[in-house]
């Protein structure tokens, strides 16, 4: 399994995910159709299925131009979230194949869209697996509750994607590592691990690179809130549950002029 980062629009990513036996590939959230089939023809790729993450526009907004340039793709998407261009209506716990190696997890992790989708897909027995966390989870970070509440990003980033395998590579919709990291430090300012993810995403920037993948082991040692579950992480926020702290970091955040 090969996964390609596409960089679009401002912050935005796309991700090409290719069954390396068969050359049949899948790509999530392609916003700018045009330089997503610039890559599949660089690589000598089929393009079969869209994965769409969330009704957004930013996510969304190629879905009917990509099905003019590719007659024949599948466009997936959430069953409630009402995906522009979609075709195949996906529910929690759908799956589906592609090419000879590769399986999708459909996981419905509502809140910043009422009917968001993560895809959780597995290659070849030794390879990591790799999750699509669209605006849900950021590296470091976590999407506005735009459409739900604190209980259901909580359920969304702690119980369905926080219970994943630890190895399991998080892909997310948007480069806002760097800023993730600083706000993250405001609330545990002495956590080790986030100043020197902090430095290191700082040096990917520099560089022109992208500072994802991240991996579930990774958030749970540097994303706030992921780490809600903890004593320590509610009392620097002053609460006593798991989401009133996610309720409170994410007030923070919104607040935050960082």
């Not at 966390?133 to 926080?162: N, P, R, W």
Request: glycine share 8%.
């Amino acid at each position: 399994m090969q996964i390609l980062h596409i960089p679009c629009l401002e912050d935005n990513y796309a991700y090409m995910i290719i069954d390396e036996a068969t050359k049949e590939a899948a790509v999530v959230d392609p916003v700018e159709p045009h330089s997503v089939l610039q890559v599949a023809q660089e690589n000598g790729v089929d393009l079969k299925v869209v994965l769409t993450t969330h009704h957004h526009w930013d996510h969304a907004g190629g879905n009917e131009k990509i099905k003019q340039l590719v007659p024949d793709i599948k466009i997936y998407g959430g069953s409630i979230d009402n995906v522009q261009g979609c075709t195949n209506k996906v529910e929690n716990g759908d799956k589906m194949s592609l090419g000879a190696d590769i399986n999708i997890m459909c996981l419905h992790t509502p809140c910043h869209t009422k009917g968001h989708i993560s895809y959780y897909v597995t290659g070849k027995e030794e390879e990591d697996p790799a999750v699509f966390t669209g605006d849900t989870m950021f590296i470091a970070g976590c999407g506005k509750f735009f459409e739900g509440t604190a209980e259901q990003m909580y359920h969304s980033l702690c119980v369905t994607l926080g219970s994943l395998p630890k190895p399991t590579q998080v892909f997310c919709g948007h480069e806002y590592t760097v800023k993730n990291l600083q706000f993250a430090s405001t609330v545990e300012p002495d956590n080790v691990r986030i100043s020197q993810k902090l430095s290191w995403a700082q040096q990917k920037r520099k560089a022109g690179l992208p500072t994802i993948p991240s991996t579930i082991a990774e958030e749970l040692e540097t994303n706030p809130f992921v780490r809600v579950d903890l004593p320590e992480v509610q009392e620097k926020v002053g609460c006593k549950s798991p989401v009133e702290a996610l309720r409170e970091i994410r007030q923070r955040k919104d607040n935050w002029r960082g």
